[in-house]
């Protein structure tokens, strides 16, 4: 305190000072005035500044104390800057909390599939969130924060969890298998990669990876904020801690949804994947070990279809919903019924039927596995074992009973391992087909250019031995954005006619915006192509010996289909000879390309016996059977 502040409280401590007159009176003789006796100014400052300051009163500030947070001598502006700028700050924080709050509790009670995501998903309580509060509540210190670091992580990685459940349920319809499916992420990748670059593809990586850092330090900041709110409100927390407890332990005795543990048992069901992949291993085992034709000699085997030429064609995403949805049915229906009369008027039958995929929305050469081998393989783990066994597959049976088998493999864009598994006599990848046109998002080439190809190298040369052909057809592969246009097949050649914009039917610029509708569309105008790209081959090549078999691999992916639309894909075999088609007469399909409502389902698996059965000799006594269909 100033020595002049002091005397300022002495003064009016004593009463109101009479002023001083400042002028003395001259003396007579003119000469200057003595000094007043008394202490001169300089002793009474040193006496006021020694002298013992007086005592405020009680409740009282000292002026002249500097605010805490304002430098002693700030002006107004300068401490009404401060308070505005301690009021911004004291409503941040306040605001963090909140949002810290709100983000744990979303990543809780956040379901793991898109189509659950709604307002009644989040009037919930999570049981998970009153457990780790509890905790925080009755440790300290170092302990509290570590634990809340650790609640922290597992919340992001959680959260990380939930969303691969996501995009696995829009893409595949299922959940993500953390021991499995982390394979899947490089196929993802390169599905990207082909549908808008390599770029694009990097760029996509980047910021993934960025995306999920962000959420795990974002989650871990939360609750270690949380914690410390904890910290400092310890009775306020017990109180609303042990509320939130009583609502949840009412609403789970009376069943109502707001008691919510879906957290821990989501947990529970990604950690029994560990278990259970290590028993689907050995059950595989013992499964891929019974085959009832491991030892059938090849003069046994497909007698019915000596001289023929056999392909198998799998038409990517050809669903039930292709011929049966309300949005897709009449067009792709058109498709099939006009296919059906125009091969009739060149003696072409066909009977139709569905088999069930063991996958959806991808994975088609988990489809192709099943198809070809006889059993069911739904997963990663098994498509590795089945690769590493020496399982009997349809393609390996045609070729042990005489046939040349050739794989037509338009999007094996890399080495194809699987080539030596099935055993062809040879094999044309993306590179060998010597495409030279452009590409159509994820699909290399059009089927049409395909099909061609296969017709030109593999059955034009006039008494050819004959020939099992397995074509995977790529070109209503997601995302359905470009689509190419039926060509006259002279016109075909090597592929550069497709540069022309005549040959292409639909290509958006923009494939990633498109709406649901317009994917929709182009899912169904994708189809239509690929169906009219194998009846308009069987028109234009088709002969007596000509037998096709053409499938579905699985359903679309479900943002074309809805949640849960079952497995089932069409299945049809056309043929010109009425010996092929009375032989499955008994399979009890429906006449024509298009299968109804109500045809025959069988399991994918059980195909390859039925087939190997119905056109050649029974299994060997004491063999044991094939499952039925269902």
């Known amino acids: 305190m100033s020595v002049l502040s002091r005397l300022r409280r002495r003064a009016t401590a004593e009463g109101p000072a009479r002023p001083a ?48 947070s304002e430098p002693a001598g700030a002006t107004t502006d300068d401490a009404v800057a401060g308070g505005r700028g301690r009021r911004v700050r004291t409503v941040a924080a306040r605001v963090t909390t909140v949002a810290a709050g709100l983000l744990v509790f979303a990543v809780l009670v956040a379901p793991n599939r898109l189509d659950q995501l709604g307002p009644a998903a989040f009037l919930r309580i999570p049981v998970e969130g009153l457990v780790a509060a509890a905790l925080l509540l009755v440790l300290r210190g170092v302990a509290r924060r570590a634990v809340a670091v650790l609640c922290g992580v597992a919340l992001g990685l959680l959260a990380v969890v939930k969303l691969l459940d996501m995009g696995m349920s829009a893409s595949l319809a299922r959940p993500f298998d953390l021991v499995l499916d982390w394979v899947l992420l490089d196929d993802a990748y390169g599905f990207v990669r082909d549908s808008v670059g390599r770029a694009g593809a990097v760029g996509a990586i980047v910021a993934l990876v960025a995306a999920v850092g962000a959420l795990v330090v974002l989650t871990t900041r939360s609750v270690l904020r949380l914690a410390r709110l ?40 990604h950690v029994g994947q560990l278990g259970a992949g290590l028993r689907d291993r050995e059950a595989f085992a013992a499964e ?61 039958h066909a009977r139709s039927g569905f088999l069930t995929s063991p996958t959806a929305g991808g994975g088609s050469w988990l489809a192709h596995d099943t198809l070809l081998s006889g059993l069911w393989v739904d997963n990663q783990q098994r498509h590795l074992s089945l690769l590493a066994g020496d399982r009997l597959t349809l393609n390996g049976a045609f070729r042990r009973a005489g046939w040349q088998t050739v794989g037509v493999m338009p999007a094996a864009t890399q080495p194809w391992p699987e080539k030596s598994f099935f055993g062809f006599d040879r094999y044309h990848d993306a590179a060998g087909l010597d495409y030279r046109g452009p590409k159509f998002n994820y699909a290399p080439m059009p089927d049409q250019y395909t099909l061609a190809t296969f017709q030109r190298r593999e059955r034009a040369t006039p008494g050819h031995a004959p020939i099992m052909a397995e074509i995977p057809l790529i070109s209503s592969h997601s995302p359905w954005a470009a689509i190419p246009r039926m060509l006259d097949w002279d016109h075909v050649g090597d592929g550069s006619v497709y540069r022309r914009p005549t040959s292409v039917a639909v290509n958006p610029k923009d494939v990633v915006g498109r709406s649901a509708t317009e994917v929709r569309t182009g899912y169904r105008r994708s189809i239509e192509y690929s169906l009219n790209s194998l009846i308009s081959y069987v028109e234009t090549y088709g002969d007596d010996n000509l037998v096709l078999v053409f499938l579905g691999d699985h359903q679309p992916a479900p943002v074309v289909t809805g949640e ?39 399991r994918m698996d059980t195909f390859r016996d039925r087939f190997l059965r119905t056109f050649g000799p029974q299994p060997q006594a004491g063999a044991a059977a094939p499952p039925s269909p269902r």
Do not use: N
Not at 48 to 64: N, T, Y
Not at 243 to 267: K, Q
């Open 21 to 68: 007159d400042p002028t003395p009176e001259p003396r007579p003789d003119g000469a200057a005035l003595d000094p007043p006796a008394g202490p001169s100014v300089g002793a009474a400052a040193v006496d006021a500044a020694s002298a013992p300051a007086p005592e405020l009163p009680a409740g009282a500030e000292d002026p002249d104390a500097p605010i805490a």
């Open 230 to 269: 904890v910290s400092r409100h310890d009775r306020r927390a017990v109180r609303v801690l042990a509320g939130c407890a009583a609502v949840w332990v009412a609403g789970a005795t009376i069943g109502v949804p707001v008691a919510d543990s879906g957290t821990s048992r989501l947990v529970g069901q």
């Open 288 to 348: 891929a070990a019974d085959d009832a034709f491991r030892d059938a000699p090849g003069d046994e085997l497909l007698t019915a279809l000596r001289g023929k030429d056999v392909i198998v064609a799998f038409v990517e995403s050809y669903g039930r919903d292709a011929v049966q949805d309300p949005e897709f049915a009449p067009q792709v229906g058109e498709v099939l019924d006009g296919g059906t009369r125009r091969l009739a008027e060149r003696g072409f």
């Open 564 to 602: 849960d639309a079952g497995r089932d894909v069409p299945i049809t075999i056309v043929a010109h000879d009425p010996a092929v088609l009375a032989r499955v007469a008994a399979w009890g399909w429906d006449e024509g390309l298009r299968p109804g409502p109500s045809a025959p389902v069988w």
